[in-house]
T-cell receptor
Framework: RKEVEQDPGPFNVPEGATVAFNCTYS??????FFWYRQDCRKEPKLLMS???SGNEDGRFTAQLNRASQYISLLIRDSKLSDSATYLC???????????FGSGTQLTVLP | EAGVTQSPTHLIKTRGQQATLRCSPI?????VYWYQQALGLGLQFLLW???????NRGNFPPRFSGRQFPNYSSELNVNALELEDSALYLC???????????FGPGTRLTVT
C-alpha cells in the first residue's frame, strides 16, 4: 500500500464548479499535512497547510480526519487558473521527510 | 524576499559522468531538502540537510550525495550517472520547527 494515495483523475470541470479531492495516508504517526499545487514542468507550490480541524483560505477548504487517516481539498467557484496537479503531502514525525501523493490532475474548462 | 534558487536550470551529461547541482535556501531557512521527480512520476525524497549535517536520506544509492555549507546553501552530487537519473531535481527549504517546505524551480538533468 502506498503511504499517500490520491485519485489521479483527471478531473475536468467547468468554470464555477465545485470540486473535491481526497487523499488517504497510511502512517498513523503522521503529524503534518499539506496541499501543494504543481503546474506542468514547474515546482510544487504550497497551497495550504492542513491542521487539526481543517482550515479555509478563500475558495479553498481543507479537512483532516485523523481517525480515518483522510484529507480532503474542496475548491469552490473554480477558475481557469486552478488547472494544475494537486499534491497531497504528509510529514511523518521527526524524520521531517515529506511524502508526496502522486497527484490529482484538474482541468477547469471555459 | 527571494525564494529558493537553484542552478543550473538545465544540465546535460553523458552516462558515467558526474553532475553537481546547487541550491540556495530562503534567507533564514536552515533546512534544505532534495527531491527527484522523473518524467510522469511523483516526487521522491533524496536528502535532508540541516545545520550542515545530513539528517535523513531516501532510498537512493550512495552515488547520490551532497553537503550543506555554513551559509546553508547546498550541493547535490550524482556520480557515475545513469540514463535513469534523467529527471527534475528539486530543492526545498524550511525553517525549523515549521514544517512547510518551499521549493525552488528545479534543475532538469538529462543523461545521454
Amino acid at each position: 500500500r502506498k503511504e499517500v494515495e490520491q485519485d489521479p483523475g483527471p478531473f475536468n470541470v467547468p468554470e464555477g464548479a465545485t470540486v473535491a479531492f481526497n487523499c488517504t495516508y497510511s502512517n498513523s504517526a503522521s503529524q503534518s499535512f499539506f496541499w501543494y499545487r504543481q503546474d506542468c514542468r514547474k515546482e510544487p507550490k504550497l497551497l495550504m497547510s492542513v491542521y487539526s480541524s481543517g482550515n479555509e483560505d478563500g475558495r479553498f477548504t481543507a479537512q483532516l480526519n485523523r481517525a480515518s487517516q483522510y484529507i480532503s481539498l474542496l475548491i469552490r467557484d473554480s477558475k481557469l487558473s486552478d488547472s494544475a496537479t494537486y499534491l497531497c503531502v504528509v510529514n511523518a514525525g521527526s524524520a521531517r521527510q515529506l511524502t508526496f501523493g502522486s497527484g490529482t490532475q484538474l482541468t477547469v474548462l471555459p | 524576499e527571494a525564494g529558493v534558487t537553484q542552478s543550473p536550470t538545465h544540465l546535460i551529461k553523458t552516462r558515467g559522468q558526474q553532475a553537481t547541482l546547487r541550491c540556495s535556501p530562503i534567507s533564514g531557512h536552515t533546512s534544505v531538502y532534495w527531491y527527484q521527480q522523473a518524467l510522469g512520476l511523483g516526487l521522491q525524497f533524496l536528502l535532508w540537510y540541516d545545520e550542515g549535517e545530513e539528517r535523513n536520506r531516501g532510498n537512493f544509492p550512495p552515488r547520490f550525495s551532497g553537503r550543506q555549507f555554513p551559509n546553508y546553501s547546498s550541493e547535490l552530487n550524482v556520480n557515475a550517472l545513469e540514463l535513469e537519473d534523467s529527471a527534475l531535481y528539486l530543492c526545498a527549504s524550511s525553517f525549523l520547527p515549521v514544517y512547510e517546505q518551499y521549493f525552488g524551480p528545479g534543475t532538469r538533468l538529462t543523461v545521454t
